[in-house]
């Protein structure tokens, strides 16, 4: 039950692309087609960004992406705004029926 | 619109105990898992258990097995977190979430921070 890796921190200027990793296993990520990815703004709750990898849910701007290749995820934010600074985590569905948060990424915006 | 509403946190010393609640409310509770996630200060998010519909399988984080039971009353639409032997290192903001069939929460609670401090 170790968590996914994620760079502790990534940045970018307004309008600009940025993308953020999370590497898991064969037993989570790299096993199932359920990766998430959740925005964290300080003192708040976590908020559900993406789903099974790539789907965005309603209200969510088309500006987030998602992928996956093998045991890494993605997620994409194009056309970067102030209101993406945040923490944001990347969480798997495991072979334990459980499920494994990432370690978390600062996204600063320049 | 759905809600769900933590309660029962607070200071408790190490090896006491407490009992968290989850009050959810505008969606049918028992057609969905639910799940517990905390958060240590300053710290990232931490997935800690979940309950199926109907309370038939349980699953935990090995860092609080045999300590933390989670169980459901779906005729109070109610979710809770009995935590034992309570360590300094389970402080945190515990999330009630709920969980979809992939896994992945698409609703949180506010949080209810727990303290384990003398």
């Known amino acids: 039950q170790s968590a996914l890796t994620q760079p502790a921190s990534v940045s970018g200027s307004p309008g600009q692309s940025i993308t953020i990793s999370c590497t898991g296993t064969?037993?989570?990520?790299?096993?199932?087609?359920?990766v998430s990815w959740y925005q964290q703004h300080p003192g708040k709750a976590p908020k559900l960004m993406i789903y099974d990898v790539s789907n965005r849910p309603s209200g969510v701007s088309n500006r987030f992406s998602g992928s996956k290749s093998g045991n890494t995820a993605s997620l994409t934010i194009s056309g970067l705004q102030a209101e993406d600074e945040a923490d944001y985590y990347c969480s798997s569905y495991t072979s334990s029926s459980t499920l494994v948060f990432g370690t978390g990424t600062k996204v600063t915006v320049l | 619109e759905v809600q769900l509403v933590e309660s029962g946190g607070g200071l408790v010393q190490p090896g006491g105990s407490l009992r968290l609640s989850c009050a959810a409310s505008g969606f049918t509770f028992s057609s969905y898992w639910m799940s517990w996630v905390r958060q240590a200060p300053g710290k990232g998010l931490e997935w800690v258990a979940n309950?199926?519909?109907?309370?038939?399988?349980?699953y935990y984080v090995d860092s609080v097995k045999g300590r933390f039971t989670i169980s459901r009353d779906n005729a109070k639409n109610s979710l809770y977190l009995q935590m034992n032997s309570l360590r300094a290192e389970d402080t945190a903001v515990y999330y009630c979430a709920r969980e979809t069939w992939s896994g992945y929460v698409d609703y949180w609670g506010q949080g209810t921070l727990v303290t384990v401090s003398s």
């Open positions: 309950i199926k519909q109907d309370g038939s399988e349980k």
């Open positions: 064969s037993s989570d990520v790299g096993g199932y087609n359920y």
